[in-house]
């Protein structure tokens, strides 16, 4: 954006950018600079709100979809598009992107809400969470004006319990599996690996000598050495004989997918007793570390978590240890 001037008449224009990406040039009905300076910040606040009107929905979702292929994981595209056909089904004849406002996204949310039997929503939250975080986009870009999106509704998530399975139920699990799927299963309930980070996982990654394997950056971009527990240990000599590739997990035949990993393994424990989903494995590892005695902050750096906080989840499988701190208080005489 700038202020230039016509060199026939002498009168002060601004130039910039609209959100079509179209050059803009308005005059600002004045030769004098110093009006025309306090002029400019009037003129491109109107056309502005003016050109908000005028973006359709359509064009944001492009643009917006090419952001987030270039800036951000495929599982927040996927949050996106869920928050999306959540919105979209609520209010199906949405044209221009000013039409979604913080009232309407909360009317959006609240009727939601009223439809899922469950008293906590964090899957609702996580897609009304992503069309917020576009909206903010939105508003950077300068297609709309900023709005305040704190006020949409946000309901209760349970942040007690977590699921994890028992020794028992993990030697079920493993019966399900041959060798090179039981390497997945001792992964996430032995090392607390991620799916995410399996599927990462490199030979060059796994230092038999010190015994530990190595995590690269991801979701905390933090780094992290796990010890081998002795069965996954066991499992990684085995299949480190037979493999020639680079890729400690070798199941599946679409690693694009982020699906390759966790669909398969919920079909083939389908069939269980008890529910089964890959990151409850990973719930696992830290349930069975804290229920042995393991404090919350080796736990924290074993899990890669960015704060203990997020590791607190589990403090209510130790009340033995909370039992032990109050009898270590000293006597009062």
Same mark, same amino acid.
């Given at each position: 954006?700038?202020?230039?001037?016509?060199?026939?008449?002498?009168?002060?224009?601004?130039?910039?950018?609209?959100?079509?990406?179209?050059?803009?040039?308005?005059? %600002?009905?004045?030769?004098?600079? !110093?009006?025309?300076?306090?002029? *400019?910040?009037?003129?491109? $606040?109107?056309?502005?709100?003016? $050109?908000?009107?005028?973006?359709?929905?359509?064009?944001?979702?492009e643009?917006?979809?090419? #952001?987030?292929?270039?800036?951000?994981? +495929?599982?927040? @595209?996927?949050?996106f598009?869920?928050g999306?056909?959540?919105?979209?089904?609520?209010?199906?004849? %949405?044209?221009? %992107?000013?039409? *979604?406002? &913080?009232a309407?996204?909360?009317?959006? @949310?609240?009727?939601?809400? !009223?439809?899922?039997?469950?008293?906590?929503?964090?899957?609702?939250?996580? @897609?009304?969470?992503?069309?917020?975080?576009?909206?903010?986009?939105?508003e950077?870009?300068?297609?709309? +004006?900023?709005?305040?999106?704190r006020?949409?509704?946000?309901?209760?998530?349970?942040?007690?319990? =977590?699921?994890?399975?028992? &020794?028992?139920?993990?030697?079920?699990?493993?019966?399900? #599996?041959?060798?090179?799927?039981?390497?997945?299963?001792? %992964?996430?309930?032995?090392a607390g690996?991620?799916?995410?980070?399996m599927?990462?996982?490199?030979?060059?990654?796994?230092? #038999?000598?010190?015994?530990? *394997?190595?995590?690269?950056?991801?979701?905390?971009?933090?780094?992290?050495?796990? +010890?081998?527990?002795?069965?996954?240990?066991?499992?990684?000599?085995?299949?480190?004989?037979?493999?020639k590739?680079?890729?400690?997990v070798?199941?599946?035949?679409?690693?694009?997918s982020?699906?390759?990993?966790?669909?398969?393994?919920?079909?083939?424990?389908?069939?269980?007793?008890?529910?089964?989903?890959?990151?409850?494995?990973?719930?696992?590892?830290a349930?069975?570390?804290v229920?042995?005695?393991v404090?919350?902050?080796? =736990?924290?750096?074993?899990?890669?978590?960015?704060?203990?906080?997020?590791?607190?989840?589990?403090?209510?499988?130790?009340?033995?240890?909370?039992?032990?701190?109050?009898?270590?208080? &000293?006597? *009062?005489?």
């Open positions: 954006m700038h202020i230039y001037t016509d060199k026939r008449t002498g009168i002060k224009y601004v130039s910039y950018t609209d959100p079509s990406g179209r050059r803009v040039r308005r005059s %600002l009905g004045t030769r004098n600079k !110093s009006v025309a300076t306090v002029k *400019i910040s009037e003129v491109i $606040d109107n056309q502005k709100a003016a $050109d908000s009107a005028k973006v359709p929905l359509v064009v944001f979702l643009r917006y979809r090419a #952001f987030l292929a270039a800036t951000r994981k +495929p599982d927040t @595209a996927a949050h598009e869920l999306l056909k959540k919105l979209l089904a609520f209010k199906s004849d %949405l044209e221009f %992107l000013n039409e *979604i406002t &913080p309407l996204l909360d009317e959006c @949310a609240i009727f939601l809400k !009223s439809k899922i039997k469950s008293p906590n929503a964090p899957g609702l939250n996580r @897609a009304i969470r992503a069309i917020k975080t576009a909206m903010r986009q939105a950077f870009w300068d297609l709309i +004006p900023p709005q305040n999106w006020k949409v509704s946000k309901f209760k998530e349970s942040k007690g319990r =977590v699921e994890f399975h028992t &020794p028992a139920e993990i030697k079920q699990i493993l019966k399900c #599996f041959n060798a090179d799927w039981q390497l997945v299963v001792l %992964l996430g309930c032995r690996l991620r799916r995410g980070e599927a990462a996982l490199k030979w060059e990654d796994v230092d #038999f000598k010190n015994n530990q *394997i190595y995590v690269a950056p991801n979701k905390t971009e933090k780094h992290r050495y796990i +010890p081998l527990a002795a069965d996954l240990r066991s499992a990684l000599v085995a299949a480190k004989k037979k493999t590739g680079v890729w400690v070798s199941v599946g035949v679409n690693r694009e982020k699906y390759f990993l966790s669909k398969y393994y919920e079909n083939e424990t389908a069939a269980l007793p008890f529910r089964c989903h890959l990151h409850k494995l990973r719930h696992t590892f349930s069975h570390l229920q042995a005695g404090d919350l902050y080796r =736990v924290s750096k074993l899990l890669g978590h960015s704060s203990i906080q997020m590791t607190e989840i589990y403090a209510h499988l130790a009340p033995a240890d909370l039992s032990v701190a109050i009898q270590k208080l &000293p006597t *009062i005489k």
